[in-house]
Nanobody, 117 residues
Framework: QVQLVESGGGLVQPGGSLRLSCAAS????????MGWYRQAPGKQRELVAT???????TYADSVKGRFTISRNNVRNTAYLQMNSLKPEDTAVYYC???????????WGQGTQVTVSS
């Protein structure tokens, strides 16, 4: 069994910052690509950013230059630093990870991010 637990969400004013964390636990010997996704009310879940085990990153155009994804392979944790937040960033943010030994992708439970004045 593998569990992903997100934390760090909350309410922030436009222009503010938040840092999300995603910690993997359980039968984790190595982790492949990790990613952050988000889902706003009434919309489909969308990719925000990914980071491979090598450190290679990808970003959605809407967050480029504002968000930074990183990971700590020793702690089995991924992070999403979100700066210059906008109201349209409001969503539930989900962590995703590929576990090679389980040949499966796993999802966290999600953490709410609300950007509002």
């Amino acid at each position: 069994q593998v569990q992903l637990v997100e934390s760090g969400g909350g309410l922030v004013q436009p222009g503010g910052s938040l840092r999300l964390s995603c910690a993997a636990s359980g039968s984790v010997f190595s982790i492949g690509t990790m990613g952050w996704y988000r889902q706003a009310p009434g919309k489909q879940r969308e990719l925000v950013a990914t980071i491979a085990s090598t450190g290679t990153t990808t970003y959605a155009d809407s967050v480029k230059g504002r968000f930074t994804i990183s990971r700590n392979n020793v702690r089995n944790t991924a992070y999403l630093q979100m700066n210059s937040l906008k109201p349209e960033d409001t969503a539930v943010y989900y962590c995703n990870a590929y576990i090679p030994t389980m040949t499966s992708y796993y999802w966290g439970q999600g953490t709410q991010v609300t950007v509002s004045s």
